[in-house]
């Protein structure tokens, strides 16, 4: 939304803070300024009000409001240009005439409707300071009237309408849902089929405008208008949403009914708006039609000081709560730490105590955070299905087991599903077949592994005819044992290695010890090599003369396989395997880091076996 700042200043009798400070205000407590922009002896801001906001912020008075918070500036009027008119409206008051205007509401999408026509006014350009107001923000100004309307709705955050009386069949407005095979030439000259889902403002015979989206050029205002009917209406949200993305029209309006705006505003407005309309063209003021079928309730949010300061983890004292209310001029009412505050009705984002919770804190500021996290005491189901599989996960671990998941689909069993790739069709009623096959894939990988035999584990997910069932599989080359995860659990429950204390001993263990590095996707090498040492010689010499000689190819550390001692020498026999992340190794590659390294172990008088 584009705002003036001397739009603004309209507002307040003290001098603003400059352009930078009210938008870094802004942003560390209400909404992301967008971009700032000087133009001419004014300042524009382009803020992103979110929806929660959108009710009460998508107008220059709303921003006002923000900024007297953040500053702790006061405001000095309702609306920003009752300076600039510089009128009194009492005398006009006094002299409304009595209405023949009648107005009937048809359906509930209709919250509140007021009608007011002003007679024999005059239609005109606008004086320059409204001309000027609207430009700054990017809005054309069309005629005197049509202007108030569009000045009135970016001041204040209501949209208004304007309809020529003398179009009308009668001095009578309906507001109804469309009917089929109606249509409505809107003021873009777009003409859009009407239906029963519509909502619609008529006279008489003929629809005049799409409630609460866009006028119809029936009674469009013009040069030649005499008498108007102002409207100040509210549709409903979620209706009004509906049919603009029904009719593909998105106007100013829409983005504020569809957002909500509470009913109680329309009466200050078409006040703003008489006065306005008064001043700029005249005329003969009738009284204000008004049909609130169902008036908006008053509202009051109960929260205690200790609530507030629980849920931000604070300190703050009553002071410092009453002077956030103050500020944002809330009437409260306070007993013994509790306050009791009337929400004012613009406000449609405050439901409950959490909410006037995070007022606080906006504005008072998020840096006076303070930096902790909260103490939180869960419950813990010792008997859920997480805590048992933790439980055996970590005991399978601690037995040198490595866990491991194989594929849950198979190329044969007793559950079949529609497609699934590779041909593999059904879904598996064991976890033993796929273990074998892991032993298996895994052998050929124990130099990488540094193991000297493969124990692995699965816990997953069986699919049997009439159940499902998670498992636990777990063995070696020789042997693989299966059982469901209860009768795991409860054999080792048997033996007394299953406590109440369990559960946070096995999340205590769940650690990372080493970072992960990617493997290589190239076959490795490994060579052996085995070598006399002195008696007296230690055995980390001839490690650390393999890992130095072995270059980068070396992949994981010498791995000691055999040891013997004979005639006073000890043999050390040592596993090295060579691995390259780029390509595939030949033994015209390694052949000449073993030869370095058997040079290398006859310079230290030992021998190579």
Excluded at 68 to 78: E, L, Q, R, V
Excluded at 127 to 141: A, R
Excluded at 319 to 327: A, H, S
Aim: a negative charge; charged letters at 30%.
């Amino acid at each position: 939304m584009k705002v003036s700042y001397n739009w603004l200043q309209n507002y307040f009798e003290e001098k603003l803070p400059t352009p930078e400070e009210i938008s870094e205000g802004i942003i560390f407590h209400s909404f992301e300024v967008e971009d700032i922009e000087k133009s001419g002896d004014d300042t524009i801001f382009d803020i992103k009000v979110l929806p929660d906001r959108a009710h009460d912020c998508l107008s220059h008075w709303g921003i006002a409001k923000e900024i007297s918070a953040i500053f702790d500036i006061k405001i000095s009027s309702s609306n920003g240009f009752v300076k600039i008119i510089n009128q009194e409206i009492k005398d006009l008051k006094q002299n409304n005439l009595p209405s023949d205007l009648k107005i009937k509401i048809e359906d509930d999408k209709c919250l509140r409707y007021m009608g007011r026509v002003v007679r024999n006014i005059k239609i005109g350009e606008s004086p320059d300071w409204l001309k000027e107001k609207l430009k700054s923000i990017g809005q054309k100004p069309i005629n005197n009237i049509v202007d108030a309307a569009n000045f009135i709705m970016y001041d204040l955050g209501q949209p208004i309408h304007s309809f020529d009386l003398d179009k009308l069949e009668n001095e009578s407005l309906i507001i109804r849902n469309g009917k089929e095979g109606e249509t409505i030439t809107t003021l873009d000259k777009k003409e859009i089929k009407l239906d029963d889902s519509i909502l619609v403002i008529a006279d008489e015979k003929y629809p005049l405008a799409i409630a609460g989206i866009k006028g119809g050029t029936k009674a469009e205002v013009d040069f030649n208008t005499k008498n108007i009917i102002i409207e100040v209406a509210n549709f409903n949200p979620t209706s009004t949403r509906k049919t603009s993305k029904k009719i593909n029209i998105l106007t100013d309006a829409v983005k504020r009914y569809e957002n909500e705006i509470t009913p109680e505003l329309c009466s200050s407005v078409m006040e703003a708006m008489t006065v306005l309309v008064y001043t700029l063209s005249g005329g003969e003021v009738e009284n204000t039609v008004d049909i609130y079928p169902r008036k908006t309730e008053d509202r009051v949010i109960k929260v205690t000081l200790n609530y507030i300061n629980k849920r931000l983890g604070s300190d703050f004292s009553k002071e410092d709560i009453e002077k956030v209310w103050n500020k944002i001029n809330f009437i409260y009412r306070e007993n013994d730490g509790e306050y009791e505050i009337n929400i004012p009705f613009l406000r449609l984002d405050l439901t409950g105590p959490h909410d006037l919770t995070e007022e606080v804190i906006r504005i008072l500021g998020y840096d006076k955070l303070i930096e902790k996290l909260p103490v939180i005491k869960i419950e813990q189901n010792k008997n859920n299905i997480f805590y048992k599989t933790l439980f055996v996960r970590n005991k399978l671990l601690n037995d040198g087991y490595s866990e491991v998941m194989t594929y849950a689909f198979k190329d044969k069993g007793d559950i079949e599903v529609l497609a699934s790739a590779n041909g593999k069709n059904f879904l598996r009623n064991n976890l033993a077949d796929g273990l074998r096959e892991s032993v298996k894939l895994n052998t050929l990988n124990l130099p990488l592994l540094d193991m000297s035999e493969i124990k692995i584990f699965e816990i997953g997910t069986i699919f049997l005819v009439d159940r499902e069932e998670i498992r636990v599989a777990y063995g070696n080359k020789k042997e693989i044992k299966e059982m469901s995860l209860d009768e795991f659990v409860a054999s080792l429950d048997s033996s007394k290695e299953f406590s109440p204390n369990t559960f946070d001993q096995a999340q205590e263990e769940v650690t990372v010890k080493n970072s992960f590095k990617m493997w290589s996707l190239y076959p490795f090498i490994s060579r052996d090599i085995a070598v006399w040492v002195p008696f007296d010689e230690n055995k980390e010499k001839l490690f650390n003369l393999l890992k130095e000689e072995g270059t980068n190819l070396l992949v994981k550390d010498p791995y000691l396989f055999d040891s013997f001692s004979k005639e006073g020498r000890n043999s050390y026999a040592y596993r090295l395997v060579f691995q390259s992340y780029e390509k595939t190794l030949t033994d015209e590659e390694i052949n000449p880091i073993m030869e370095k390294i058997s040079a290398k172990i006859s310079e230290f008088g030992w021998q190579v076996r």
